[in-house]
């Protein structure tokens, strides 16, 4: 069990996805994604392995619930800045986590 204090300390931070590139040198099939998190937080890149459910198109304009902050992370030859949050289907394809409405990009999950 961890304590609210805990839960408190991640940032999960409502991002807009604005690029989506291939990224070819990813283990597992995957894209490099810059989500715009607001002026505040600015723009960050990410690694997600969504390639099974989203074409490259779909994502884009799409908003999703990230974590913001973590330290960077390098991932093969990219350094990924946040966590883009995520949920496998049965089948092992990762759906997005996602507001059901328009919100400001940087909005935290509380």
């Known amino acids: 069990m961890i304590t609210w204090d805990d839960f408190e300390k991640v940032e999960l931070r409502i991002g807009t996805i604005i690029e989506v590139t291939d990224f070819p040198e990813a283990r597992k099939p995957a894209y490099k994604l810059r989500?715009?998190?607001?002026?505040?937080?600015?723009?960050?890149?990410?690694?997600?392995?969504?390639?099974?459910?989203y074409g490259k198109d779909d994502l884009i304009g799409k908003q999703v619930l990230a974590v913001t902050n973590f330290p960077p992370k390098q991932i093969g030859p990219f350094l990924s800045e946040c966590l883009v949050t995520g949920v496998q289907t049965q089948k092992g394809a990762v759906t997005l986590v996602r507001p059901d409405a328009q919100v400001d990009n940087g909005e935290r999950l509380f």
């Open 35 to 53: 989500v715009d998190f607001g002026s505040d937080i600015g723009i960050r890149k990410s690694s997600a392995q969504l390639t099974d459910l």
